[in-house]
T-cell receptor, first 113, second 112 residues
Framework: AAGVIQSPRHLIKEKRETATLKCYPI?????VYWYQQGPGQDPQFLIS???????DKGSIPDRFSAQQFSDYHSELNMSSLELGDSALYFC????????????FGPGTRLTVT | AQSVTQLDSQVPVFEEAPVELRCNYS??????LFWYVQYPNQGLQLLLK??????LVKGINGFEAEFNKSQTSFHLRKPSVHISDTAEYFC??????????FGTGTRLAVRP
């Protein structure tokens, strides 16, 4: 069965650079969620989209922005990167907002040096 | 607001012994409850979930959990663990909002 695809899987950036993470949800899933997991931490919710509109917002810094496109894939844009942004970034998708289950991608490991 | 508490940050256990990973939650509304497993350098895999109905939920890899509404708990159990069960386990809750709120995780360390 198709799963959530995230690219790239690993990314190394320097401080103050920008990064773009991509997420391709499971086919027919129209809801996408982004989570950030710092080293040794639990995943923290960043932002979610339903039908290309932002549906909920968590602890996402103002330096970050995200959107969902017409094909339902989503991109997380991160600017002015800081060392503290080094983390594993997960994307998850669900069938719709009412769907209780979120299916997680393998994550993108971002390292800021 | 909702929160999840995993009291044990690390649980060491010998192979073939039983294990229980504790999870308590707080929420003012009805919730869905989940257990996820994360192997080193990998993503999150759903072990099991409680949506409604029977309070005893069976999941993959021989794990099960019991929802206890009066104690607001959702403890994860396995009668006999294997070395391959060594991983980080996260309890999570989801209610009327669409986000998952995770606990801080419990590292299960299975020793031969």
């Amino acid at each position: 069965a198709a799963g959530v695809i995230q690219s790239p899987r690993h990314l190394i950036k320097e401080k103050r650079e920008t990064a773009t993470l991509k997420c391709y949800p499971i086919p027919r899933h129209d809801t996408v969620y982004w989570y950030q997991q710092g080293p040794g931490q639990d995943p923290q919710f960043l932002i979610s989209f339903y039908e290309k509109m932002q549906s909920d917002k968590g602890s996402i810094p103002d330096r970050f922005s995200a959107q969902q496109f017409s094909d339902y894939h989503s991109e997380l844009n991160m600017s002015s990167l800081e060392l503290g942004d080094s983390a594993l970034y997960f994307c998850a998708s669900s069938l719709d907002l009412r769907d209780s289950e979120q299916y997680f991608g393998p994550g993108t490991r971002l390292t800021v040096t | 607001a909702q929160s999840v508490t995993q009291l044990d940050s690390q649980v060491p256990v010998f192979e073939e012994a039983p294990v229980e990973l504790r999870c308590n939650y707080s929420s003012s509304v009805s919730v869905y409850l989940f257990w996820y497993v994360q192997y080193p350098n990998q993503g999150l895999q759903l072990l099991l979930k409680y949506l409604s109905g029977s309070t005893l939920v069976k999941g993959i890899n021989g794990f099960e959990a019991e929802f206890n509404k009066s104690q607001t708990s959702f403890h994860l159990r396995k009668p006999s663990v294997h070395i391959s069960d060594t991983a980080e386990y996260f309890c999570a809750v989801k209610s009327s909002g669409d986000k998952l709120t995770f606990g801080t995780g419990t590292r299960l360390a299975v020793r031969p």
